[in-house]
């Protein structure tokens, strides 16, 4: 089983440094210690363990390490920055495996552009060699990129040439779209197996920058200083410690202290329920700091991230998950209130945005979500995302009318979905006053007020309650579960494109595509052929 | 051999009357005339070939009828409006030709709404029985729905509870981007395979009104004689003709007035040449409209367009295109001139919108294409967007510096892609200064020129002419079919997405996965299984 926590003196192919402002991420990927032994990570080549620590390294240097201001990524292997995705681990790898690695390899990349746009945290990417295909990825997903000019090293993306397949993080997308590289130069230059080198790769905007070997260390020390000199974040620490999160984990659930995934194998189902907390919390930047990563909606946004991403890739035949809620709805919405007031404040800017990205692991979650809203329930503020992030909701319509909703400020903007809209915005996309008007909307919703205000989908009453929902679990359990993906990855989505869409809907989409045709799987396909003797043999016929 | 050339008095699946300024399009395919004789077209289901009919039709009422101001879309079946594509159809068909048909009908459906944009002819789906997946699919292209309220008709996307499938030409999109339709109803309704009627289905946002049986007739005529007034079309004709193009029709080439295609089946390559009139063009309205289906520019883009659509469909294995013109080079820009000083007559305003979508046609066309820019070509102004569309431009630079390109008003704006930008604009994406620069450019740029403007890709000397471009189609031509169309659909349409390119980035390509996996087309697939006994086996994992 994959897991996900990991932490610095445990990294056995990144090296994390600090000085001062400045943090150095070094690529030294350990050939032997793949996730797997069926391959060997040559020439710095990555499999999802080593993204596993990057994504690691990320998070503790948001909220451990206020004090630096950029990150400089690079490599201690001489003249390779990175060569990539390793080649084998892909060939050995089933086509739900090769696509959740891509997914998460992306998300990863994403979250180093969230920093810069968000925490003003400033990346440079310094390539000291030979940078290909998923190496060059990452430093596309940072603000500069230096390159050594040696007359070896270049940048490239031979994937389509070498491989059949395309760039699947988000290289194809952030060439033409955030580099503003000139789509014809794009064509011819992800069709180079041996890429583009200096002068001409600055030329290109393919890199920023390109020196020679012996003033490269220097130009690279200069310019990130230049770069944490930009950035707004704290000038010294402390920060806060994230510490393991150890859920209990049986055969059937994983348990943790906010949150409880409970599976149903045989029916393919699973439950997720988030516990709001209890008690008196934490409502001022010194006691947030105080609580570290106790403080409830960090810990419980950590948690439900870590239970997502383990049903990704340990539980692949579970279609269809239940999320509920509950315990103490108005603590949420005392914390909510706490976190939109002291948004500026470092510690709680970095929660808000770690909640606003697990959100989004949610949305691109290739499982079917329902939410079942019922007595007892938490679905406030910024819980009741997770309702608005469903693919439907279900309220249960008591005669009491104690069952209830409600909104918060963290539904007003803090908590935006890949297409730059709320996930309200997203729901009433040409409504723009009724956003307004249910934002300004005093207290609760009863299950009749949401219904009406299309806050959920159905708010059956206790006659049709049990059968309408076991119903609606059972029908969507049954349904293809390729025709299920493909359904959400659209109607998820209404409304604006973004650079982040785009890589998930449009790149994606052609890559997995194109993981599924025998040209690059099949026996004689690209990707097998790879690295042994003979060369693929292709169905020529375009489609 | 599939051709795409027809006419009213030919259509076997539409009938297409006239009153005043209305047209009726009316659906009453004939089981037996299906393109192939292994299904029957049940139900006003649909094939390529009914497609081909209303795609014609959708011309010739731009043409041939100006005075017509909405477009009633109905059926003569009764109790059925239309069943969508033909399962049986769809199962028989190759993955290339299901992509191949998805991307012809997803193409006329936004012809209806380029002719309502652009034309201001209203379209006015009259949906008088049941109205199924595809068949929704062509209602929701049209600016209104009107649904009969008989206690039967629904509106319904089965395609995913039923086939495994996506609905294949936009629907998915169109529900939640065009019409509004909330997110999670969205995602309830495209799991229902009975659809939703009536009230529901109005209050649901899919239908704009519905009415009994009893008033509907007399509903859509109010409602179509209401949008008609709306039209800024002209009051009255004549307009002009549509003729056969009638190509010379050989093995290895395809014969036109204006353009050439042949065929190179041993490299898999094809050349395709545009040659550019000669002598007085016509230079008012009145001579536009004498002159007729004659006047070059309809005339070249029509045989361009034919090209096209055969080079899809019956030559599946042709993946490299090069593109050259030859001729006048004068004469294209003095008709661009007269098309940009003319576009509010509304034949000139239909030649440049042709012209427009024909454009489109290419950069959505599965293919690599590649400009060769030599002496004696004409790639001035609306011609020179051939090589703004191609992947890549290669300019011979010659000594005597007689070789040039010419920019004219049809490159600033008529000419937009399917992202909303025009070809200059989406190559200098972060440029907008450079692109105005370049259209205030006097004259003609030689290859120097152009290369250092960044209007062509390569522009290589004499010495190394012939090899550069020999080895540039000889690369591409041995890539992976699969991986140059993921990149080609990636890097053509940098910058803002819309309507449009989402659904052919993020729909098609999803559905084009879809397509491809054991859950829809394998022995025990959804879309192999249905209407025979037993049920689809899945496979669960989701990805």
Same mark, same amino acid.
């Given at each position: 089983?994959?897991?996900?926590?990991? =932490?610095?003196?445990?990294?056995?192919? #990144?090296?994390? *440094?600090?000085?001062?402002?400045?943090?150095t991420?070094?690529?030294?990927?350990r050939?032997?210690?793949?996730?797997?032994?069926?391959?060997?990570?040559k020439?710095?080549?990555?499999?999802?363990?080593?993204?596993?620590?990057?994504?690691?390294?990320?998070?503790?240097?948001?909220?451990?390490?206020?004090?630096?201001?950029?990150?400089? /990524? *690079?490599?201690?292997k001489?003249?390779?920055?990175?060569?990539?995705?390793?080649?084998?681990?892909?060939?050995?790898?089933?086509?739900g495996?090769k696509?959740?690695?891509?997914?998460?390899?992306?998300?990863?990349?994403?979250?180093?552009?969230?920093?810069?746009?968000?925490?003003?945290?400033?990346?440079?990417?310094?390539?000291?060699? /030979?940078?290909?295909?998923?190496g060059?990825?990452?430093?596309?997903?940072c603000?500069?990129?230096?390159?050594v %000019?040696?007359?070896?090293?270049?940048?490239?993306?031979?994937?389509?040439?070498l491989?059949?397949?395309?760039?699947?993080?988000?290289?194809?997308?952030r060439?033409?779209?955030?580099?503003?590289?000139?789509?014809?130069?794009?064509?011819?230059?992800?069709?180079?197996?041996?890429?583009?080198?200096?002068?001409?790769?600055?030329? #290109?905007?393919?890199?920023?920058?390109?020196?020679?070997?012996?003033?490269?260390?220097?130009?690279?020390?200069?310019?990130? =200083?230049?770069?944490?000199?930009?950035?707004?974040?704290?000038?010294?620490?402390?920060?806060?410690?994230?510490?393991?999160?150890?859920?209990?984990?049986?055969?059937?659930?994983?348990?943790?202290?906010?949150?409880?995934?409970? /599976?149903? =194998?045989?029916?393919?189902?699973?439950?997720?329920?988030?516990?709001?907390p209890?008690?008196?919390?934490?409502?001022?930047?010194?006691?947030?700091?105080?609580?570290?990563?106790?403080? #409830?909606?960090?810990?419980?946004?950590? $948690?439900?991230? %870590?239970?997502?991403?383990?049903?990704?890739?340990?539980?692949?035949?579970?279609?269809?998950?239940?999320?509920?809620?509950?315990? %103490?709805?108005?603590?949420v919405?005392?914390?909510?209130?706490?976190?939109?007031?002291?948004?500026?404040? #470092?510690?709680?800017?970095?929660?808000?945005a770690?909640?606003?990205?697990?959100?989004?692991?949610?949305d691109?979650?290739?499982?079917s979500?329902?939410?079942?809203?019922?007595?007892?329930?938490?679905?406030?503020?910024?819980?009741?995302?997770l309702?608005?992030?469903?693919?439907?909701?279900?309220?249960?319509?008591?005669?009491?009318?104690?069952?209830?909703?409600?909104?918060s400020?963290?539904?007003?903007?803090?908590?935006?979905?890949s297409?730059?809209l709320?996930?309200? $915005?997203?729901?009433?996309?040409?409504?723009?006053?009724?956003?307004?008007e249910?934002?300004?909307? %005093?207290?609760?919703?009863?299950?009749?007020?949401?219904?009406?205000?299309?806050?959920?989908?159905?708010?059956?009453?206790?006659?049709?309650?049990?059968?309408? /929902?076991?119903?609606?679990?059972?029908?969507?359990?049954?349904?293809?579960?390729?025709?299920m *993906?493909?359904?959400?990855?659209?109607?998820?989505?209404?409304g604006?494109?973004?650079?982040?869409?785009?890589?998930?809907?449009?790149?994606?989409?052609?890559?997995?595509?194109?993981?599924?045709r025998?040209?690059?799987?099949?026996?004689?396909?690209?990707l097998?052929?790879?690295?042994?003797?003979? =060369?693929?043999?292709?169905?020529?016929k375009?489609?």
């Amino acid at each position: 089983m994959i897991t996900f926590d990991t =932490r610095p003196d445990r990294y056995k192919h #990144w090296k994390l *440094t600090f000085d001062g402002p400045l943090a150095t991420l070094s690529m030294d990927v350990r050939e032997d210690a793949g996730l797997s032994p069926d391959y060997k990570l040559k020439l710095n080549s990555y499999d999802l363990g080593v993204d596993i620590e990057l994504a690691d390294a990320l998070q503790r240097i948001r909220f451990e390490h206020p004090e630096v201001h950029a990150v400089v /990524i *690079t490599s201690l292997k001489e003249r390779i920055f990175c060569a990539g995705a390793n080649i084998m681990m892909l060939r050995g790898s089933s086509h739900g495996a090769k696509v959740n690695f891509c997914k998460y390899t992306n998300e990863t990349r994403l979250a180093i552009e969230d920093a810069s746009a968000h925490s003003g945290l400033k990346f440079l990417a310094a390539l000291n060699g /030979i940078c290909a295909g998923g190496g060059y990825e990452l430093a596309l997903a940072c603000d500069e990129i230096l390159l050594v %000019d040696d007359g070896n090293s270049a940048v490239s993306l031979p994937e389509a040439p070498l491989l059949g397949v395309l760039p699947g993080t988000g290289g194809l997308t952030r060439v033409v779209d955030k580099r503003h590289v000139r789509r014809d130069l794009a064509d011819f230059f992800s069709t180079l197996v041996e890429g583009v080198k200096g002068k001409r790769a600055v030329e #290109w905007k393919l890199v920023d920058a390109a020196y020679p070997t012996s003033k490269f260390k220097e130009a690279v020390a200069k310019r990130a =200083r230049e770069l944490a000199a930009m950035s707004h974040r704290p000038a010294s620490g402390p920060g806060i410690t994230l510490n393991p999160l150890n859920p209990t984990v049986t055969d059937g659930a994983l348990t943790y202290s906010a949150v409880t995934l409970t /599976i149903n =194998r045989d029916k393919r189902t699973a439950d997720l329920t988030v516990h709001a907390p209890s008690g008196q919390q934490p409502a001022t930047p010194d006691d947030i700091l105080k609580a570290g990563d106790q403080f #409830w909606p960090l810990r419980a946004f950590r $948690e439900l991230d %870590d239970a997502l991403l383990r049903l990704r890739i340990n539980e692949p035949e579970i279609g269809t998950v239940v999320i509920r809620t509950d315990g %103490d709805r108005d603590a949420v919405l005392a914390i909510d209130r706490t976190l939109a007031a002291h948004r500026s404040h #470092w510690l709680v800017g970095e929660i808000v945005a770690f909640m606003r990205r697990t959100l989004k692991r949610l949305d691109l979650t290739a499982r079917s979500f329902f939410a079942f809203i019922e007595p007892g329930s938490a679905f406030a503020g910024s819980l009741f995302e997770l309702a608005l992030a469903a693919d439907r909701s279900y309220m249960f319509h008591d005669d009491a009318e104690e069952n209830v909703i409600a909104l918060s400020p963290m539904n007003a903007g803090p908590l935006t979905m890949s297409n730059g809209l709320t996930r309200l $915005e997203t729901r009433f996309l040409d409504e723009k006053g009724k956003v307004q008007e249910l934002l300004a909307h %005093d207290g609760p919703f009863n299950a009749g007020e949401a219904e009406d205000a299309g806050l959920v989908t159905f708010a059956p009453d206790e006659i049709d309650w049990d059968d309408e /929902i076991r119903l609606a679990v059972e029908a969507r359990a049954a349904f293809s579960p390729d025709a299920m *993906t493909g359904l959400e990855a659209n109607l998820r989505f209404p409304g604006p494109e973004t650079m982040e869409t785009k890589i998930f809907g449009r790149l994606t989409a052609w890559q997995n595509w194109i993981f599924q045709r025998p040209n690059a799987v099949g026996d004689k396909g690209a990707l097998k052929v790879y690295g042994q003797q003979g =060369r693929p043999e292709f169905d020529w016929k375009r489609t």
